[in-house]
């Protein structure tokens, strides 16, 4: 076979056939296979990592329902919500460098007042708003820093909950939103440049928060799932550039726009090389972004009852009776999952741009199974 027509050949074998590329792990493309056939799901892409690397990466099912192009290792998703350690990955490193405290006043860092006005005389601070015990909400909205901010909206007080700060917990986007601002206050650098630099351009990792600065053909879409009808809609908000409000950009309060609370945009395969980081305390491949105390504290939870740190939780009912350490995601449709096992270093990446709503422990279904898969046809072999 000419060697051009036989390149063609293999490559098509590869797209139709996944499994090929993994044959030492065929059981869990199989398990995944099946997965995939017998629950709504969209596409996915995962990443394993054992005995401290990356040793398993496959993408199954859609990257684009429309036009039945079919989902890479190499695409990129927008994973929600563990976008949040990026941002507190960055707060570290400025307290490392001591330009800010995790006991610095909110009110001093943002530039306008942040207390709850039913306890006025307590201070919320950088770790409370990190940890989620801030006693802030989200019930005016997180998209921009008006919501919370007492000269913008007459409803600022309803930002705040009952009970007073430190005292109790709440997820709260707005927090991360907050601290994105902070970033750039401190640093001086743009958030989604800042990002880029220090944390993504180290570990040599393709992603980002800004749309226009990254190839768009390579944005996996996202879909929800509607039960109603059966069907996938694209939530094509997923990926709004926001050019314009980006031309107009206010530095130090339109942050925002980049959602730091959750507009992170990276490959499977990319986010394990991320995770391998904050399994091993700050250091890959020989790339240390933040210290050994830094990971440290990120990973001591603050709230025992939520089990939640600073921008990583930790759950012992992902794989039951395993304790295992990361962050979830959900936004537009898309479920994802970031966890690690850091001292027997194994963890897992699973990113679904869509699937039925459908929950186990507190876990989408279809990610609670696919890491019990991987776990049993990986880890464990």
Same mark, same amino acid.
């Given at each position: 076979?000419?060697?051009?027509?036989?390149?063609?050949?293999?490559?098509?074998?590869?797209?139709?056939?996944?499994?090929?590329?993994?044959?030492? #792990?065929?059981?869990a493309d199989s398990s995944i296979n099946t997965i995939?056939?017998?629950n709504k799901v969209m596409g996915m892409s995962v990443a394993v990592v054992k005995n401290n690397k990356v040793v398993y990466t496959q993408?199954?099912?859609?990257?684009?329902?429309?036009?039945?192009?079919?989902?890479?290792?190499?695409?990129?998703?927008? @994973?929600?919500?563990?976008?949040?350690?990026?941002?507190?990955?960055a707060i570290m490193q400025l307290v490392e460098k001591g330009l800010i405290s995790l006991d610095d006043d909110m009110s001093k860092l943002v530039g306008f007042i942040i207390r709850n006005p039913k306890y006025p005389?307590?201070?919320?601070?950088? &770790?409370?708003?990190?940890?989620?015990?801030?006693?802030?909400?989200?019930?005016?909205?997180?998209?921009?820093?008006?919501?919370?901010?007492?000269?913008?909206n007459p409803n600022w007080a309803k930002c705040y909950n009952n009970y007073a700060p430190d005292s109790g917990f709440q997820y709260c986007n707005l927090n991360y939103n907050m601290a994105g601002t902070i970033i750039e206050k401190i640093s001086g650098e743009r958030f989604d440049l800042y990002i880029q630099k220090h944390i993504l351009q180290p570990l040599e990792l393709y992603g980002g928060y800004?749309?226009?600065?990254?190839?768009?053909?390579?944005?996996?879409?996202?879909?929800?799932?509607?039960?109603?009808?059966?069907?996938? @809609?694209?939530?094509?908000?997923?990926?709004?550039?926001?050019?314009?409000?980006?031309?107009?950009?206010?530095?130090? #309060?339109?942050?925002?726009i980049f959602s730091p609370t959750g507009g992170m945009k990276i490959s499977a395969t990319d986010l394990a090389k991320y995770m391998l980081m904050?399994?091993?305390?700050?250091?890959?491949?020989?790339?240390?972004?933040?210290? &050994?105390?830094?990971?440290? &504290?990120?990973?001591?939870?603050l709230s025992e009852k939520e089990e939640y740190g600073l921008?990583?939780?930790?759950?012992?009912?992902?794989?039951?009776?395993?304790?295992?350490?990361?962050?979830?995601?959900?936004?537009?449709?898309?479920n994802s999952a970031m966890f690690f096992e850091p001292k027997k270093k194994y963890g897992f990446v699973v990113i679904i741009n869509?699937?039925?709503?459908?929950? @186990?422990?507190?876990?989408?279904?279809? @990610?609670?199974?696919?890491?019990?898969?991987? #776990?049993e046809n990986i880890v464990l072999k």
């Open positions: 076979m000419h060697k051009a027509y036989y390149s063609l050949f293999i490559a098509s074998l590869l797209l139709m056939y996944p499994f090929l590329t993994n044959g030492q #792990y065929s059981s995939m056939n017998t993408s199954f099912g859609l990257k684009n329902q429309e036009n039945q192009v079919r989902l890479s290792n190499a695409d990129i998703f927008r @994973i929600a919500s563990i976008s949040k350690s990026f941002s507190a990955t005389e307590t201070p919320i601070t950088l &770790k409370m708003v990190l940890s989620h015990r801030s006693s802030i909400n989200d019930s005016q909205g997180y998209f921009s820093l008006d919501a919370i901010n007492p000269t913008k800004c749309v226009d600065s990254l190839d768009k053909q390579k944005f996996v879409t996202i879909y929800e799932y509607h039960t109603d009808s059966a069907k996938f @809609i694209a939530s094509p908000n997923a990926y709004a550039p926001r050019s314009e409000e980006i031309a107009n950009y206010t530095m130090g #309060y339109s942050t925002p904050h399994s091993n305390k700050g250091k890959t491949n020989g790339k240390r972004v933040i210290s &050994k105390r830094s990971a440290r &504290k990120m990973q001591t939870m921008a990583l939780s930790t759950s012992n009912k992902l794989i039951n009776g395993i304790t295992l350490t990361g962050h979830t995601g959900s936004a537009y449709g898309l869509g699937s039925e709503q459908k929950y @186990i422990d507190g876990f989408n279904a279809v @990610i609670k199974k696919t890491v019990n898969s991987l #776990y």
